[in-house]
């Protein structure tokens, strides 16, 4: 019996250092997987400041005759299906008298569009403030709105997910 509890024991330590061995590569397997897929590539079609916009529309053919400074304060957001999300914000535009009167929305008007409104009829849309200062007026709407966005799935669960604001 003291030999085949010796080769018991052989066994079973051999069982763990395969577990342990095996453990550890799957682990490293992993965690190189995350490095990979945890990198951001910059997206050219963000516009973060009026150097990047300048330069933005600089490569374009026709280049807009008209720009009104824009912003936008998202308050919170939801997924609420596989390619819908539920945003909520508030977006504000700065228009310069004399220059800007032409297309200057009215009151109960917006200044904006959200091409990528999936119900409009269940958004919300309203103008939260108007402010004139220095020769020009701030214009600020509330918004609420189910936007459809293209998401792909095929690195879950390492993904991230960006959603887009598009107006």
């Known amino acids: 019996?003291?030999?085949?509890?010796?080769?018991?024991?052989?066994?079973?330590?051999?069982?763990?250092?395969?577990?342990?061995?095996?453990?550890?590569?799957l682990m490293l397997v992993l965690f190189k997987l995350w490095v990979a897929l945890n990198r951001f590539d910059d997206d050219p079609t963000q516009l973060?400041?009026?150097?990047?916009?300048?330069a933005f529309l600089a490569g374009l053919d026709n280049a807009p005759d008209l720009?009104?400074?824009?912003?936008?304060?998202?308050k919170s957001f939801s997924f609420v299906g596989a390619s819908d999300v539920r945003v909520s914000g508030y977006v504000w535009q700065h228009y310069l008298d004399g220059a800007h009167d032409a297309i200057r929305p009215g009151r109960g008007e917006a200044g904006f569009l959200l091409p990528e409104a999936v119900d409009v009829a269940?958004?919300?849309?309203?103008?939260?403030?108007?402010m004139k200062r220095d020769g020009s007026t701030l214009i600020g709407w509330y918004f609420e709105q189910t936007l459809r966005q293209s998401f792909d799935y095929t690195s879950y669960p390492f993904d991230h997910k960006t959603v887009w604001v598009r107006f």
């Open 67 to 74: 720009r009104v400074k824009t912003g936008i304060f998202i």
């Open 1 to 25: 019996m003291p030999r085949n509890a010796s080769t018991r024991m052989s066994i079973e330590k051999k069982i763990w250092l395969l577990s342990g061995i095996l453990s550890a590569v």
């Open 122 to 130: 269940n958004g919300v849309i309203q103008e939260a403030y108007r």
């Open 48 to 54: 973060p400041d009026v150097a990047a916009v300048d």
